[in-house]
Protein backbone atom coordinates (compact mmCIF):
# COMPACT_ATOMS: atom_id res chain seq x y z
CA UNK A 1 0.00 0.00 0.00
CA UNK A 2 1.68 3.63 -0.75
CA UNK A 3 1.68 6.58 1.29
CA UNK A 4 -1.21 8.28 -0.61
CA UNK A 5 -3.67 5.54 -0.09
CA UNK A 6 -2.74 4.86 3.23
CA UNK A 7 -3.47 8.53 4.02
CA UNK A 8 -6.45 8.08 2.02
CA UNK A 9 -7.31 5.40 4.63
CA UNK A 10 -6.59 7.76 7.63
CA UNK A 11 -9.06 10.17 5.78
CA UNK A 12 -11.91 8.60 5.34
CA UNK A 13 -11.34 7.17 8.75
CA UNK A 14 -11.88 10.28 10.08
CA UNK A 15 -14.81 11.12 9.13
CA UNK A 16 -16.67 8.04 9.11
CA UNK A 17 -15.28 5.93 11.94
CA UNK A 18 -16.42 5.94 15.35
CA UNK A 19 -14.09 7.75 17.42
CA UNK A 20 -13.03 7.48 20.92
CA UNK A 21 -11.10 11.00 21.34
CA UNK A 22 -11.43 14.48 22.26
CA UNK A 23 -13.27 16.65 19.72
CA UNK A 24 -10.22 19.44 19.57
CA UNK A 25 -7.62 16.13 19.51
CA UNK A 26 -9.54 15.15 16.42
CA UNK A 27 -9.34 18.34 14.78
CA UNK A 28 -6.13 18.65 15.05
CA UNK A 29 -5.56 15.33 13.34
CA UNK A 30 -7.27 16.21 10.64
CA UNK A 31 -5.15 19.42 10.13
CA UNK A 32 -2.40 17.02 10.22
CA UNK A 33 -3.57 14.78 7.36
CA UNK A 34 -5.21 17.44 5.33
CA UNK A 35 -1.63 19.18 5.59
CA UNK A 36 -0.03 16.21 4.04
CA UNK A 37 -2.31 15.74 1.59
CA UNK A 38 -2.58 19.49 0.33
CA UNK A 39 1.45 19.51 0.52
CA UNK A 40 2.02 16.15 -1.53
CA UNK A 41 4.82 14.69 -0.50
CA UNK A 42 5.35 12.65 2.72
CA UNK A 43 6.60 14.33 5.50
CA UNK A 44 10.61 12.80 6.22
CA UNK A 45 10.75 13.41 10.02
CA UNK A 46 10.17 10.13 12.06
CA UNK A 47 8.95 11.02 15.76
CA UNK A 48 10.71 8.86 17.90
CA UNK A 49 7.77 6.19 18.73
CA UNK A 50 8.17 5.34 14.43
CA UNK A 51 11.30 3.14 16.65
CA UNK A 52 8.36 0.88 18.00
CA UNK A 53 6.26 0.64 14.75
CA UNK A 54 7.65 -2.93 14.01
CA UNK A 55 5.29 -5.69 12.69
CA UNK A 56 6.80 -8.31 14.76
CA UNK A 57 8.92 -6.82 17.89
CA UNK A 58 11.62 -9.74 18.94
CA UNK A 59 13.29 -7.71 21.24
CA UNK A 60 12.05 -4.87 24.06
CA UNK A 61 11.31 -1.79 22.79
CA UNK A 62 10.66 0.23 25.43
CA UNK A 63 12.76 1.46 28.68
CA UNK A 64 12.85 -0.99 31.68
CA UNK A 65 14.31 0.18 34.97
CA UNK A 66 14.60 -2.17 37.98
CA UNK A 67 12.74 -5.01 36.30
CA UNK A 68 9.75 -2.89 34.98
CA UNK A 69 9.21 -2.85 31.81
CA UNK A 70 7.36 1.44 31.09
CA UNK A 71 5.53 1.39 27.95
CA UNK A 72 4.10 4.85 26.59
CA UNK A 73 0.96 5.60 25.13
CA UNK A 74 1.09 9.20 23.79
CA UNK A 75 -1.00 10.96 21.58
CA UNK A 76 -3.67 9.90 19.52
CA UNK A 77 -4.03 5.74 19.45
CA UNK A 78 -4.83 4.17 16.43
CA UNK A 79 -5.15 0.58 14.41
CA UNK A 80 -2.50 0.53 11.88
CA UNK A 81 -2.25 4.11 11.27
CA UNK A 82 -0.35 5.62 8.52
CA UNK A 83 3.76 5.79 8.73
CA UNK A 84 3.10 9.53 7.36
CA UNK A 85 1.09 10.31 10.69
CA UNK A 86 4.54 9.19 12.53
CA UNK A 87 6.23 12.57 12.77
CA UNK A 88 2.87 14.44 14.44
CA UNK A 89 3.01 11.33 17.10
CA UNK A 90 0.63 8.52 17.55
CA UNK A 91 0.47 4.73 19.22
CA UNK A 92 -0.19 2.26 17.11
CA UNK A 93 -2.94 0.07 18.83
CA UNK A 94 -1.81 -3.24 17.59
CA UNK A 95 1.63 -2.14 18.21
CA UNK A 96 1.38 -1.62 21.74
CA UNK A 97 -0.76 -4.44 21.73
CA UNK A 98 2.20 -6.82 20.86
CA UNK A 99 4.54 -4.94 23.56
CA UNK A 100 2.72 -5.46 26.38
CA UNK A 101 2.26 -8.95 25.52
CA UNK A 102 6.42 -8.97 24.70
CA UNK A 103 6.75 -7.36 28.59
CA UNK A 104 4.06 -9.99 30.36
CA UNK A 105 6.46 -12.98 28.32
CA UNK A 106 9.74 -11.55 29.34
CA UNK A 107 10.72 -13.44 32.72
CA UNK A 108 13.01 -10.71 33.70
CA UNK A 109 9.88 -8.44 33.81
CA UNK A 110 8.19 -7.84 36.98
CA UNK A 111 5.29 -5.02 36.75
CA UNK A 112 4.46 -3.32 33.35
CA UNK A 113 3.90 0.21 33.95
CA UNK A 114 1.75 1.45 31.01
CA UNK A 115 2.89 5.84 31.43
CA UNK A 116 -0.07 8.08 29.27
CA UNK A 117 -0.22 11.17 27.76
CA UNK A 118 -3.10 11.11 24.73
CA UNK A 119 -6.80 12.42 23.91
CA UNK A 120 -7.94 9.01 22.74
CA UNK A 121 -8.08 8.13 19.11
CA UNK A 122 -10.37 5.21 17.14
CA UNK A 123 -12.61 2.63 18.37
CA UNK A 124 -11.21 0.47 16.00
CA UNK A 125 -8.23 -1.30 17.86
CA UNK A 126 -9.09 0.08 21.31
CA UNK A 127 -10.94 -2.85 22.91
CA UNK A 128 -8.44 -5.49 21.44
CA UNK A 129 -5.47 -2.81 23.60
CA UNK A 130 -7.74 -3.14 26.18
CA UNK A 131 -8.47 -6.96 26.47
CA UNK A 132 -4.21 -7.50 26.31
CA UNK A 133 -3.75 -5.34 29.34
CA UNK A 134 -6.75 -7.28 31.44
CA UNK A 135 -4.29 -10.54 29.86
CA UNK A 136 -1.40 -9.29 30.84
CA UNK A 137 -2.69 -8.85 34.62
CA UNK A 138 -3.58 -12.69 34.70
CA UNK A 139 0.85 -12.95 34.63
CA UNK A 140 2.04 -9.55 35.96
CA UNK A 141 0.71 -6.86 37.64
CA UNK A 142 0.03 -3.82 35.79
CA UNK A 143 -0.39 -0.55 36.58
CA UNK A 144 -0.97 3.05 34.73
CA UNK A 145 -0.16 6.30 35.23
CA UNK A 146 -1.33 9.37 33.82
CA UNK A 147 1.28 12.55 32.82
CA UNK A 148 -1.07 15.14 31.28
CA UNK A 149 -3.86 13.41 29.18
CA UNK A 150 -5.47 10.01 29.77
CA UNK A 151 -8.91 10.45 27.54
CA UNK A 152 -11.47 8.09 26.01
CA UNK A 153 -9.64 5.08 24.01
CA UNK A 154 -7.01 5.63 26.85
CA UNK A 155 -9.21 4.90 29.78
CA UNK A 156 -10.29 2.11 28.16
CA UNK A 157 -6.89 0.97 27.90
CA UNK A 158 -5.78 2.58 31.40
CA UNK A 159 -9.01 1.22 33.15
CA UNK A 160 -7.90 -2.17 32.81
CA UNK A 161 -5.15 -2.03 34.85
CA UNK A 162 -4.30 -2.63 38.47
CA UNK A 163 -4.49 0.96 39.52
CA UNK A 164 -4.40 4.50 37.75
CA UNK A 165 -1.99 6.84 38.85
CA UNK A 166 -2.51 10.62 37.64
CA UNK A 167 -0.47 13.85 38.25
CA UNK A 168 -2.53 16.53 39.91
CA UNK A 169 -3.10 18.72 36.23
CA UNK A 170 -4.29 15.46 34.40
CA UNK A 171 -7.36 15.28 33.12
CA UNK A 172 -9.06 12.10 32.74
CA UNK A 173 -12.01 10.33 31.56
CA UNK A 174 -14.33 11.57 28.40
CA UNK A 175 -15.99 7.93 28.27
CA UNK A 176 -18.00 7.68 25.43
CA UNK A 177 -18.07 7.53 21.90
CA UNK A 178 -18.75 9.81 18.40
CA UNK A 179 -19.22 9.31 15.08
CA UNK A 180 -19.15 12.91 12.86
CA UNK A 181 -20.23 12.89 9.68
CA UNK A 182 -20.43 15.36 6.47
CA UNK A 183 -23.97 15.07 5.32
CA UNK A 184 -22.88 15.46 1.20
CA UNK A 185 -22.25 18.66 -0.77
CA UNK A 186 -25.25 21.13 -1.34
CA UNK A 187 -26.17 21.58 -4.74
CA UNK A 188 -24.10 24.92 -5.09
CA UNK A 189 -21.16 23.10 -3.79
CA UNK A 190 -20.67 24.20 0.11
CA UNK A 191 -20.13 21.73 2.49
CA UNK A 192 -23.43 20.34 3.87
CA UNK A 193 -23.79 19.99 7.60
CA UNK A 194 -22.04 17.53 10.00
CA UNK A 195 -24.50 14.74 11.40
CA UNK A 196 -23.47 14.00 15.16
CA UNK A 197 -23.80 11.09 16.69
CA UNK A 198 -22.81 10.63 20.01
CA UNK A 199 -23.30 8.51 23.56
CA UNK A 200 -23.33 10.77 26.72
CA UNK A 201 -24.54 14.06 26.81
CA UNK A 202 -21.28 15.94 26.54
CA UNK A 203 -19.16 13.34 24.28
CA UNK A 204 -18.45 15.43 21.12
CA UNK A 205 -19.15 18.96 22.46
CA UNK A 206 -17.56 21.42 20.89
CA UNK A 207 -17.43 19.87 17.43
CA UNK A 208 -17.71 22.72 14.65
CA UNK A 209 -20.28 22.60 12.15
CA UNK A 210 -22.86 20.44 14.26
CA UNK A 211 -29.21 16.34 10.31
CA UNK A 212 -29.30 11.92 6.53
CA UNK A 213 -32.89 10.07 6.30
CA UNK A 214 -34.41 8.37 9.78
CA UNK A 215 -33.43 4.99 9.68
CA UNK A 216 -29.84 5.62 8.36
CA UNK A 217 -29.13 8.23 11.39
CA UNK A 218 -30.67 5.35 13.46
CA UNK A 219 -28.37 2.72 12.13
CA UNK A 220 -25.31 4.82 13.02
CA UNK A 221 -26.71 5.70 16.58
CA UNK A 222 -27.16 2.26 16.96
CA UNK A 223 -22.88 1.50 16.44
CA UNK A 224 -22.18 4.26 18.46
CA UNK A 225 -24.37 3.46 21.70
CA UNK A 226 -22.79 -0.12 21.09
CA UNK A 227 -19.40 0.47 21.60
CA UNK A 228 -20.46 3.09 24.42
CA UNK A 229 -21.86 0.10 26.00
CA UNK A 230 -19.16 -1.82 25.46
CA UNK A 231 -16.74 0.84 26.81
CA UNK A 232 -18.10 1.19 30.00
CA UNK A 233 -18.42 -2.40 30.36
CA UNK A 234 -14.82 -2.88 30.36
CA UNK A 235 -14.25 0.33 32.69
CA UNK A 236 -16.60 -1.43 35.15
CA UNK A 237 -15.04 -5.03 35.11
CA UNK A 238 -11.91 -2.90 35.44
CA UNK A 239 -12.49 -1.13 37.68
CA UNK A 240 -13.99 -3.72 40.03
CA UNK A 241 -14.98 -2.87 43.69
CA UNK A 242 -15.65 0.67 42.86
CA UNK A 243 -18.96 1.77 41.78
CA UNK A 244 -19.05 4.19 38.77
CA UNK A 245 -22.80 5.79 37.79
CA UNK A 246 -23.77 6.58 34.20
CA UNK A 247 -23.79 10.15 34.83
CA UNK A 248 -19.77 9.79 35.15
CA UNK A 249 -19.56 8.26 31.55
CA UNK A 250 -21.25 10.75 29.43
CA UNK A 251 -18.57 11.99 27.76
CA UNK A 252 -17.11 14.59 30.12
CA UNK A 253 -13.20 14.51 31.05
CA UNK A 254 -12.51 15.49 35.13
CA UNK A 255 -9.87 17.09 36.66
CA UNK A 256 -7.23 14.56 38.84
CA UNK A 257 -9.19 15.30 42.01
CA UNK A 258 -12.34 14.72 40.61
CA UNK A 259 -11.15 11.65 38.75
CA UNK A 260 -10.14 10.36 42.47
CA UNK A 261 -13.57 11.49 43.84
CA UNK A 262 -15.44 9.90 41.50
CA UNK A 263 -13.88 6.27 40.93
CA UNK A 264 -11.77 6.85 37.97
CA UNK A 265 -8.07 7.07 39.11
CA UNK A 266 -6.75 5.64 42.66
CA UNK A 267 -4.38 8.06 43.74
CA UNK A 268 -3.08 11.34 42.94
CA UNK A 269 0.93 11.01 42.50
CA UNK A 270 3.90 11.46 40.53
CA UNK A 271 6.00 9.03 38.87
CA UNK A 272 8.40 8.47 41.38
CA UNK A 273 5.36 6.80 43.29
CA UNK A 274 3.96 5.15 40.62
CA UNK A 275 7.38 3.30 40.03
CA UNK A 276 8.05 2.35 43.63
CA UNK A 277 4.75 0.90 43.64
CA UNK A 278 5.54 -1.27 40.66
CA UNK A 279 8.35 -2.04 42.03
CA UNK A 280 7.54 -3.27 45.29
CA UNK A 281 4.68 -5.11 43.15
CA UNK A 282 7.25 -7.03 41.71
CA UNK A 283 9.13 -7.62 44.23
CA UNK A 284 5.57 -9.15 46.18
CA UNK A 285 5.28 -11.12 43.09
CA UNK A 286 8.81 -12.87 42.99
CA UNK A 287 8.17 -13.92 46.57
CA UNK A 288 4.48 -15.39 46.20
CA UNK A 289 2.78 -12.77 48.10
CA UNK A 290 0.81 -11.69 45.25
CA UNK A 291 -0.87 -14.33 42.19
Not at 7 to 26: C, F, G, Q, S
Not at 88 to 97: I, K
Not at 175 to 181: M, T
Request: include cysteine; aromatic fraction near 6%.
Amino acid sequence: MTDQSRLARVMLALVREPWLITPDAHHTLMDIVGAHAAGGEMAEAQHVLAASMEANPQKRQYAVVDRVAVIPVEGVIGRKFSSVLYSSGVTSSDVFSRLVQVAADDEEIDTILLTFDSPGGTAAGTPEAAATVAAAQMTKPVLAYVDGLCDSAAYWIASQSAAIYATQSADVGCIGCYLAILDSFRADGRPGEVQMFKSGKFKGTGYPGTTLETDERKMIQNNVDRIASEFKAAVRAGRSGITIPDEIMQGQSFSAGEALRVGLIDQIADMDQAMRDARLLGSMRKKGKML
